[in-house]
């Protein structure tokens, strides 16, 4: 019954409100801003699908796509005047062609914001998309090897 619960638990987080899926709440996010701002986050996020195929969609915080590889790679917000995509563990990434532009302080985080008419680096992109999952999938093996070896 322990395990129902959790189960339980872990779909409802995954599905938002009147029972609509993560995929679902962000067709209609993007629908809903019917501009420039729509049609780059329906962009971003088929960069990452292409960039990392099994990706899972996430619908957090009150209204924030999450996509999310062993761990969040990264969010979708959207303003009045940039859409941003900020990577949790950006600050670990290898950016060479400088596609970071803003939360450039912190020392987790990283961000690109993206404005009207700007063109997006496909290929720079997918990368760095790319690095991220690949950065929580070894983080995640890291830490389960020392579990691992704690319990040996």
């Given at each position: 019954?322990?395990?129902k619960?959790?189960?339980i638990?872990?779909?409802?987080?995954?599905?938002?409100?009147?029972?609509?899926?993560?995929?679902?709440?962000?067709?209609?996010?993007?629908?809903?801003?019917?501009?420039?701002?729509?049609?780059?986050?329906?962009?971003?996020?088929?960069?990452?699908?292409?960039?990392?195929?099994?990706?899972?969609?996430?619908?957090?915080?009150?209204?924030?796509?999450?996509?999310?590889?062993?761990?969040?790679?990264?969010?979708?917000?959207?303003?009045?005047?940039v859409?941003?995509?900020?990577?949790?563990?950006?600050?670990a990434?290898?950016d060479?062609?400088?596609?970071?532009?803003?939360?450039?302080?912190?020392?987790?985080?990283?961000?690109?914001?993206?404005?009207?008419?700007?063109?997006?680096?496909?290929?720079?992109?997918k990368?760095?998309?790319?690095?991220?999952?690949?950065?929580?999938?070894?983080?995640?093996?890291?830490?389960?090897?020392?579990?691992?070896?704690?319990?040996?």
């Open positions: 019954m322990k395990n619960t959790m189960m638990k872990k779909s409802g987080a995954s599905e938002a409100k009147g029972g609509s899926s993560p995929a679902q709440h962000i067709d209609a996010r993007i629908k809903e801003l019917g501009d420039w701002r729509g049609e780059t986050l329906a962009r971003i996020r088929g960069i990452i699908k292409q960039a990392v195929p099994d990706v899972v969609e996430e619908w957090k915080w009150r209204g924030v796509p999450v996509w999310e590889h062993e761990g969040i790679i990264c969010t979708g917000e959207t303003y009045k005047a859409v941003k995509m900020t990577f949790a563990r950006g600050a990434l290898d060479p062609t400088d596609l970071f532009n803003s939360s450039l302080e912190g020392n987790t985080r990283r961000a690109i914001d993206f404005h009207q008419g700007d063109k997006i680096d496909e290929k720079a992109l990368a760095l998309i790319r690095e991220a999952a690949a950065l929580n999938v070894s983080a995640r093996a890291t830490s389960r090897a020392r579990k691992k070896s704690k319990s040996a």
